[in-house]
């Protein structure tokens, strides 16, 4: 969060958190809060909990007309605006590679941390028409994936 935080600042923009328990009617609590700040976007972090309530956060955003970005690239398949992230293949492939180093001998504490190395992009159109949003062109033209 402090890189977020920080890159938020350099673009002149104000971050606000919202805290998002473990129900429903926390997610309710959230959008409410999160409208009532006229918040003008939202970034939905990838977490284990994001990912589990995915179609949760999608349709209240969507009922809240709030442009979502999400780090999963399946949140844009799902309903989301727009998604940049990491996809499971790419990261069960450095596992595998890190593993096999393991198995071959390497000790687990000399293996090094990777972060990932292949992002993608994916942008929902249905989603962007119902939120009165267009896309620019560049900006598509740049998406691994588009969904109409």
Known sequence: MPAV??????????????????SASAYDVAFDAIARSQCQALL??????FARDSKLIIERAAR??????????RNAREGGL???GTTPAHL???VARQIDKILRGARPGDVPVE?????EMAINLSTA???????????????DEVFD
């Open 92 to 94: 069960d492939r450095q």
């Open 115 to 119: 972060q990932p190395s292949r992002y």
């Open 44 to 49: 939905v972090m990838s977490s284990p909990a």
């Open 64 to 73: 809240a007309r709030i442009p979502a970005i999400h780090g999963e690239v």
């Open 5 to 22: 935080r920080e890159v938020a600042r350099k673009a002149g923009l104000t971050l606000e958190m919202a805290d998002t328990g473990d």
């Open 82 to 84: 727009i998604a940049y």
């Open 129 to 143: 028409k119902a939120l009165g949003i267009v896309i620019p062109q560049a900006l598509l033209v740049q998406a």
